[in-house]
């Protein structure tokens, strides 16, 4: 079962309260959730291929300490790299 997200309302919960709530609650809660669709290993290795892809690296080592919290090796983290830069690079 995926841990409750907090870094919504933790890090904006004052300042964006409605974008906080819908992180934790839809994003987190609900759609990491539905493990029994894709588990939640599977949903963090789409995600770092999402981010690397979409030139989001400031959220790539958060969701690289996530991924290893959902059962995801150094291995695989550095095959999706590997994979990836020969289709973004």
Do not use: C
């Not at 906080?20 to 290795?45: P, T």
């Not at 290893?68 to 695989?76: C, M, N």
Request: hydrophobic share 45%.
């Amino acid at each position: 079962m995926v841990k409750k997200q907090t870094a919504g309302r933790d890090n904006l919960g004052e300042f964006a309260p409605k974008f906080a709530q819908l992180n934790d609650d839809v994003l987190f809660g609900e759609v990491w959730s539905r493990e029994e669709q894709l588990s939640a290993h599977d949903r963090s290795m789409i995600t770092l291929a999402a981010l690397i892809s979409g030139g989001n690296f400031e959220q790539v080592k958060a969701h690289m300490m996530l991924g290893k919290a959902h059962g995801i090796t150094k291995d695989e983290i550095a095959e999706i790299i590997t994979h990836l830069a020969f289709y973004v690079g």
